[in-house]
């Protein structure tokens, strides 16, 4: 039982490049979540999935495209890297109502 | 637009003293609350959570918080802080009515134990 697996662990990316970060969970969770952590700012919310097939944004949105086209998969995409987009990227899940559950999170730098 | 304050950014305490750190959130309804703890390096795990019932919960390793209601608070203590607890913690708070199980943090308080 892995719980929630973030890959992968580092990246760094030029301003314009894309890439797709994926988070796999093993726990049957219906909720998975992707945050963004940022120096002094906390977690912010960027999108998040209540099911299979759903997807919601989130507070921070912009800059960035999701994926759950399997229950145990959420994938984050960044289409243009901009250096506004280094940070260190969590995802999580969860069943309704209940505690998040972390990955080890992702640490992204934009040069 | 709901949101979450922790009052302390930077927290320094000698090993054995108290600890308390204030979270205060603006939403009006009901509300799961939460503190997690980021050891250096790590990823956020959970130290306790209230959903309803008795207003003072206990987590782990002797952390306990108090949910004030009419204060909207929900303050984090440990009576006697270890070096192991220099850590970033993060106050979180969820909507019961949004079905979503989203939370929604405070900006963190890193805490630094001398020995």
């Known amino acids: 039982n892995a719980g929630v697996t973030q890959t992968p662990k580092f990246r760094v990316l030029k301003t314009g490049q894309s890439m797709t970060l994926l988070c796999a969970q093993d726990?049957?969770?219906?909720?998975m979540y992707w945050y963004r952590q940022d120096p002094g700012m906390g977690l912010r919310l960027i999108h998040y999935?209540?099911?299979?097939?759903?997807?919601a944004k989130g507070e921070v949105p912009d800059g960035y495209n999701v994926s759950r086209l399997k229950k145990q998969n959420f994938l984050l995409g960044l289409e243009s890297a901009a250096p506004s987009q280094t940070s260190v990227y969590f995802c999580?899940?969860?069943?309704?109502?209940?505690?998040?559950?972390f990955g080890n999170g992702t640490r992204l730098t934009v040069t | 637009a709901q949101s979450v304050s922790q009052h302390n950014h930077h927290v320094i305490l000698s090993e054995a003293a108290s600890l308390e750190l204030g979270c205060n959130y603006s939403?009006?309804?009901?509300?799961?609350l939460f503190w997690y703890v980021q050891y250096p390096g790590q990823h956020l795990q959970l130290l306790l959570k209230?959903?309803?019932?008795?207003?003072l919960v206990k987590g782990i390793k002797g952390f306990e918080a108090e949910f004030i209601k009419s204060k909207f608070s929900f303050n984090l203590r440990k009576p006697s802080v270890q070096w192991s607890d220099t850590a970033e913690y993060f106050c979180?708070?969820?909507?019961?009515?949004?079905?979503?199980?989203?939370?929604?943090f405070g900006q963190g308080t890193t805490l630094q134990v001398k020995p």
């Open positions: 979180a708070v969820n909507k019961v009515s949004s079905n979503t199980g989203k939370l929604i």
């Open positions: 939403y009006g309804g009901t509300v799961n």
């Open positions: 726990m049957n969770h219906e909720y």
């Open positions: 209230y959903f309803s019932g008795d207003p």
């Open positions: 999580a899940s969860s069943l309704s109502h209940s505690p998040l559950h």
């Open positions: 999935s209540v099911g299979e097939g759903t997807t």
